[in-house]
């Protein structure tokens, strides 16, 4: 979604709430005028007059640094904004506008303390809790961003951005946890619920964002609907046919689906824009060695693991690509680098091939006993190595 969207009701809440400071009339009304006009720049220009000529105070400042921020002047803005709270700290726009304008130059740190002031000062308000979470995003707090995003949806059901907010942010959560270990916990489970159920909501208040359906048609695809993950990836696809995020989206899950030829069209795609993407590349690669077109599959695998190198599904197909060109030894290299992570013994079952056919039997055998004691663990989800 665009930045401006995001603020919009941050925006006019600050506008709404200027103090009407005793000033000349016929000042004031070019001041509405320009404001009402979305000249910002005069308006702002038309502030620094006033106060140049002797007529100032916290609200005035107040004013005039909601202009500059409106007219695009962060550093500037922030100056006044610092002179209406010195002067006055339960002024709400000062506060709110500093924080929005701190983020805005990326100064995340300094943004929240403004912002959090403005969420007290306005409690009923979801304006200063979306700027809060973002901020928190900012500096990676997911879990006080996804608070910000959730209580700013409770205050306000029909606003998109913060069911956006909240759904994504519960995802970033939920990847943490996933990273830490392959099977979600009890968390993890209730985020993933909880993040499919706010980017379904936000869907269905901003159906034509495609940022929306893709983050609602990653939760469906993790969550094991695929079917439904590909409606939502087809709709995004429609409003934005060459996002390559989309396209990629779309890969991913026909993919994990097994139905890769259909991914092909879609990393071809990604692949005209993003010739260097790690992912793109990886699954071009896997899609490739599942057909049994290994040398076509190459270079996808290289390009793919200089990109990343941590990408093990990747680093297996290269070592099936060296196993079909009778390099055993470079398959075993790498194949050791990953089977600390094999998921369900596959990687170590292909080892002991490997092994095997250079004639190294007793590690090929232990290979093989690790490839047992893994398919077991999992619980009858392996499919057949071969």
């Not at 610092?82 to 339960?90: D, E, G, Y």
């Not at 961003?145 to 959730?150: E, G, L, P, R």
């Not at 590690?363 to 077991?376: D, P, V």
Request: hydrophobic letters at 45%; one cysteine or more.
């Amino acid at each position: 979604m665009a930045i401006a969207r995001r603020l919009s009701a941050a925006l006019l809440l600050a506008v709404g709430s200027l103090a009407a400071a005793p000033i000349p009339q016929d000042l004031a009304e070019q001041v509405r005028a320009a404001q009402a006009n979305g000249d910002y720049q005069k308006a702002a220009t038309l502030y620094g007059q006033l106060i140049a000529a002797g007529t100032d105070s916290p609200e005035i400042r107040s004013n005039y640094g909601t202009m500059l921020y409106l007219a695009g002047h962060d550093r500037e803005a922030l100056e006044q904004f610092r002179f209406a709270i010195k002067n006055n700290p339960n002024l709400a726009a000062p506060n709110l506008l500093a924080g929005m304008a701190h983020s805005r130059l990326g100064q995340w740190n300094t943004a929240v303390p403004y912002l959090e002031r403005a969420r007290r000062q306005q409690p009923n308000s979801p304006a200063p809790l979306l700027a809060l979470g973002k901020a928190y995003v900012g500096v990676r707090d997911y879990r006080a961003a996804h608070q910000a995003y959730t209580a700013a949806a409770a205050l306000d059901v029909r606003s998109a951005e913060a069911w956006y907010g909240a759904g994504i942010t519960a995802r970033s959560l939920a990847d943490a946890i996933l990273k830490k270990s392959h099977e979600p916990d009890a968390e993890c489970k209730q985020l993933l619920r909880d993040s499919l159920q706010a980017l379904t909501r936000a869907v269905a208040l901003e159906p034509a964002s495609p940022r929306a359906h893709v983050i609602l048609a990653e939760s469906l695809r993790d969550s094991g609907s695929f079917g439904e993950a590909l409606t939502e990836y087809e709709t995004a696809l429609r409003l934005s046919p060459q996002d390559a995020a989309v396209n990629l989206g779309l890969a991913t899950t026909y993919w994990k689906s097994n139905d890769p030829e259909k991914a092909i069209p879609h990393l071809e795609t990604v692949l005209k824009r993003l010739p260097n993407d790690a992912e793109a590349n990886g699954i071009m690669a896997n899609v490739l060695v599942r057909r049994g077109d290994y040398l076509q599959a190459l270079p996808f695998a290289q390009k793919a693991l200089a990109a990343n190198p941590n990408l093990a599904q990747v680093r297996f197909s290269l070592a099936k690509i060296y196993m079909e060109q009778r390099q055993e030894t470079r398959a075993i290299g790498e194949l050791r680098k990953i089977t600390a992570v094999d998921p369900d013994g596959t990687y170590h079952f292909v080892l002991a091939r490997a092994l095997k056919s250079l004639g190294r039997d007793a590690e090929s055998q232990a290979a093989l006993t690790r490839f047992k004691e893994l398919r077991a663990q999992s619980k009858g989800r392996v499919v057949n190595p071969e």
